[in-house]
């Protein structure tokens, strides 16, 4: 059976994001593991309990803080621990997250400063989900996860 891969819902156009956007991945590889009925999507921050639109959030830590100072660390642990269980059920050794998302970042997020400074980090869901054995990349990586999976695959 074909590996599955958890994806960040918003790559996938779900209208997901702080702002109610969706930032869709339309890489050929990507659209043919969807059509290969590969990817397993979720919004961490949706599924922990948050609405969209919702302030934007950043790490400071363990923490994660809107601009005005608010502590949505738990929906945030909430979220990671859904993003985890839903990979689990489905196998997946992979996951394909949005970059500098302080849930779905896996190479850069913001600095907690609210001053659009990018820095290298991970967001909560990936960091759980690394924690735990699987692989996590950004949308900008497809040759990374094609590469996973003819492994995977074999
Ligand atoms: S939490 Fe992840 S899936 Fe949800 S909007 Fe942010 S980047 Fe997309």
């Not at 961490?44 to 809107?66: H, I, K, N, S, Y």
Request: charged fraction near 30%; glycine fraction near 10%.
């Amino acid at each position: 059976m074909a590996k599955k891969i958890l994806v960040s819902a918003c790559l996938l156009g779900h209208k997901v994001r702080y702002d109610n956007g969706d930032v869709p991945c339309l890489g050929p590889r990507f659209l043919s593991w969807y059509e290969e009925g590969r990817l397993v999507s979720i919004c961490p921050e949706v599924v922990g309990g948050l609405p969209t639109p919702r302030p934007d959030a950043q790490r400071q830590g363990d923490r994660v803080v809107t601009g005005a100072g608010a502590d949505v660390t738990e929906p945030f642990r909430k979220g990671a621990e859904a993003a985890l269980k839903l990979a689990l059920e489905h196998e997946a050794e992979l996951a394909i997250l949005k970059q500098d998302s302080p849930s779905c970042g896996s190479l850069f997020i913001y600095d907690g400063t609210f001053t659009d400074t990018i820095v290298p980090g991970e967001g909560t869901t990936t960091e759980l989900l690394r924690r735990n054995g699987i692989k996590v990349y950004g949308e900008d990586q497809l040759d990374e996860v094609e590469r996973e999976l003819a492994q995977a695959d074999r």
